[in-house]
């Protein structure tokens, strides 16, 4: 298991809080991250699949019986119910419901998750239609915003890849290297270093303006003058790290020596103020307003942080954006939460993971923050 029983219970009894909060009898999982938060499992959509976690009672899962073995190996919850792929699985879920006397229940649904399809929710309610859904709008997320000592240290390790891989392709970034070399070098050193064989992030050239933040992959070998964009994000049992640096492939010019310097001082701040009881937006004010103002940037469009923690390996959301830094973002800090910060500007960019602690943000990624060049030797 990735985590033992005590953990699991934790997780799931602080749900069960809330549930009687919303005066709920029970709450349906389906999305991928929220069933391996609270079920230690995720499966692929090929087939609707589900769990139910009651206020009071034992919890049960319902999936097709190729997938039966897998789960067990995991879970915790003993009560699994299997189908075959010729039965439609709403039917075999909505059975399972009636037979646990909830046919008539208030039972939670999450209408932001990807498994639940308007097909789908249709269907249960064709199922079920005794049964009133209630909208629990993002719950199984929001109660993942703490991270435990158990995830940290997941956290921790996928960080420590993360400096490994991002020192190895530094070093390797030569005039003639392609984007399709680095990322090579990226995802074998993931599985060396103990990391789950995952996407490999954002490694293109970098460019002026926003979009070599999403860039594509290439097969154009770097020349002298260019900039080889990273961004890494290794998973350990897949908890995310993330991490952005940036390579010139030649000497760096003044402009974008001072340039760096300004972006990594502004950020340097902005994680120095990131402690329990801090507004997000002030935090985020920090880097956006100081790019503005120090002509980093001519406008700010984009997120300069966002959630990280358990990421699922089938890949639908690139970022975890149930908490993020924004003008407009009006929550507080607490202590334990991770973030991806983020800056960029003029064609460079530079990122950390960090998690909240008690004097401020303490960067989980350890690697020197700076702009670097071809031209150095080997980093250690």
Same mark, same amino acid.
């Given at each position: 298991?990735?985590?033992?029983?005590?953990?699991?219970?934790?997780?799931?009894?602080?749900?069960?809080?809330?549930?009687?909060?919303?005066?709920?009898?029970?709450?349906?999982?389906?999305?991928?991250?929220?069933? @391996?938060?609270?079920?230690?499992?995720?499966?692929?959509?090929?087939?609707?699949?589900?769990?139910?976690?009651?206020?009071?009672?034992?919890?049960?899962?319902?999936?097709?019986?190729?997938?039966?073995?897998?789960?067990?190996?995991?879970?915790?919850?003993?009560?699994?119910?299997?189908?075959?792929?010729?039965?439609? !699985?709403?039917?075999?879920?909505?059975?399972?419901?009636?037979?646990?006397?909830?046919?008539?229940?208030?039972?939670?649904?999450?209408? *932001?998750?990807? !498994?639940?399809?308007?097909?789908?929710?249709?269907?249960?309610?064709?199922?079920?239609?005794?049964?009133?859904?209630?909208?629990?709008?993002?719950?199984?997320?929001?109660? *993942?915003?703490?991270?435990?000592?158990?995830?940290?240290?997941?956290?921790?390790?996928?960080?420590?890849?993360?400096?490994?891989?991002?020192?190895?392709?530094?070093?390797?970034?030569?005039?003639?290297?392609?984007?399709?070399?680095?990322? *090579?070098?990226?995802?074998? @050193?993931?599985?060396?270093?103990?990391?789950?064989?995952?996407?490999?992030?954002?490694?293109?050239?970098?460019?002026?303006?926003?979009?070599?933040?999403?860039?594509?992959?290439?097969?154009?070998?770097? %020349? %002298?003058?260019?900039?080889?964009?990273?961004?890494?994000?290794?998973?350990?049992?897949?908890?995310?790290?993330?991490?952005?640096?940036?390579?010139?492939?030649?000497?760096?010019?003044?402009?974008?020596?001072?340039?760096?310097?300004?972006?990594?001082?502004?950020?340097?701040? %902005?994680?120095?103020?990131?402690?329990?009881?801090?507004?997000?937006?002030?935090?985020?004010?920090?880097?956006?307003?100081? @790019?503005?103002? @120090?002509?980093?940037?001519?406008?700010?469009?984009?997120?300069?942080?966002?959630?990280?923690?358990?990421?699922?390996?089938?890949?639908?959301?690139?970022?975890?954006?149930?908490?993020?830094?924004?003008?407009?973002?009006?929550?507080?800090?607490?202590?334990?939460?991770?973030?991806?910060?983020?800056?960029?500007?003029?064609?460079?960019?530079?990122?950390?993971?960090?998690?909240?602690? %008690?004097?401020?943000?303490?960067?989980?990624?350890?690697?020197?923050?700076?702009?670097?060049?071809?031209?150095?030797?080997?980093?250690?």
């Amino acid at each position: 298991m990735q985590f033992d029983q005590s953990e699991m219970q934790n997780r799931v009894e602080r749900l069960r809080a809330e549930l009687r909060t919303h005066k709920l009898d029970a709450l349906l999982i389906d999305d991928c991250e929220a069933t @391996a938060y609270y079920f230690n499992y995720e499966s692929s959509l090929s087939f609707y699949r589900a769990g139910l976690i009651p206020t009071e009672g034992e919890a049960f899962f319902v999936l097709r019986s190729v997938d039966v073995a897998p789960l067990r190996e995991r879970t915790w919850i003993e009560d699994i119910v299997d189908f075959p792929d010729w039965v439609d !699985a709403h039917t075999a879920i909505a059975e399972k419901i009636r037979q646990r006397g909830l046919d008539r229940a208030r039972i939670g649904i999450d209408l *932001r998750s990807h !498994a639940l399809t308007v097909r789908s929710f249709q269907a249960l309610q064709r199922e079920l239609p005794h049964v009133v859904f209630v909208d629990v709008d993002n719950l199984a997320w929001k109660l *993942r915003k703490l991270k435990s000592k158990a995830e940290i240290e997941k956290l921790r390790k996928a960080s420590a890849i993360n400096d490994a891989t991002m020192r190895a392709i530094v070093n390797a970034a030569k005039p003639g290297i392609t984007e399709r070399e680095a990322v *090579r070098i990226a995802v074998e @050193a993931y599985v060396r270093h103990g990391g789950d064989p995952e996407w490999s992030g954002v490694i293109t050239a970098g460019k002026g303006g926003l979009g070599f933040l999403h860039g594509h992959l290439h097969d154009t070998s770097l %020349q %002298q003058g260019d900039i080889l964009h990273i961004e890494l994000t290794p998973n350990f049992e897949n908890y995310s790290s993330r991490m952005m640096r940036c390579v010139v492939l030649g000497d760096i010019s003044l402009e974008l020596d001072v340039l760096s310097r300004r972006m990594i001082g502004l950020q340097d701040r %902005q994680i120095d103020a990131m402690k329990p009881g801090a507004v997000a937006k002030d935090v985020d004010r920090i880097m956006r307003q100081g @790019a503005i103002d @120090a002509g980093i940037r001519d406008d700010y469009t984009n997120i300069t942080g966002y959630t990280l923690g358990y990421y699922s390996s089938r890949w639908i959301r690139g970022s975890d954006f149930t908490w993020v830094f924004l003008p407009n973002s009006e929550w507080v800090l607490e202590e334990g939460m991770v973030f991806h910060m983020y800056t960029s500007g003029r064609g460079i960019a530079i990122s950390e993971t960090v998690l909240v602690g %008690q004097n401020g943000g303490e960067r989980l990624t350890k690697m020197e923050r700076r702009l670097f060049s071809s031209n150095e030797g080997t980093i250690n």
